[in-house]
């Protein structure tokens, strides 16, 4: 579903200004917290947060990034493709000799898949959240304004419009509606600790 548009090697770089690879000129590229600005519903360490669990989701579900996956990942970041176009190009002999090389290595379309299912990211956020904050993660959540599964697919979709994350046709922000409770993921454990310290 969702994958990041550098196959997951963007780093916050001066204080969370990083920018897009490969995708737009110079003088265009716009950066995490540009996207924050021009959505406003959430807090930019929201976006940031996405863009790492995201990475996080990715190494969680398929493991470090091998050398094939991280040229094709490039590859389709700069030409605005999905995986199927790929081997599209490649059956067709017209796929750039690097990428071509890439593909052969990685040994069939399954190697080359990182995609994420929107259900499969938010359970991915809500364990980079709890591996990051513990029993805060749900107040820190909070505070920048994400209550619900549903905010966690606003984001991706504010990211994707502005080229920081790539989905694929058939994804929709629907892919993230009531994928748990957060009361039930955040605040009930918090409630459990509360009660062992009474």
């Known amino acids: 579903m969702i994958r990041s548009v550098d196959g997951g090697t963007s780093r ?81 002999g017209v796929l750039d000799p690097t990428v071509a090389a890439a593909v052969d290595q990685a040994d069939g379309p399954t190697e080359l898949n990182r995609n994420i299912s929107g259900v499969n990211l938010c359970w991915a956020l809500r364990d980079f959240a709890h591996q990051r904050w513990g029993l805060l993660a749900g107040l820190v959540l909070k505070q920048w304004g994400i209550f619900r599964t549903d905010d966690f697919g606003a984001i991706v979709f504010a990211l994707v419009t502005h080229g920081f994350m790539y989905k694929e046709a058939h994804d929709s922000i629907d892919d993230f509606r009531s994928v748990f409770d957060f009361r039930d993921a955040f605040d009930r454990s918090y409630k459990v600790l509360e009660r062992m310290t009474d």
């Open 12 to 92: 916050r770089v001066e204080a969370h200004r990083a920018t897009v690879v490969n995708t737009k000129p110079i003088e265009e590229a716009m950066t995490i917290g540009d996207v924050a600005r021009t959505d406003g519903r959430y807090a930019a360490e929201a976006y940031y947060f996405m863009r790492e669990g995201l990475d996080f989701a990715a190494r969680s579900l398929h493991g470090p990034m091998t050398p094939a996956q991280f040229v094709v990942a490039q590859y389709m970041a700069a030409e605005k493709i999905d995986l199927q176009e790929v081997f599209a190009r490649h059956a067709r």
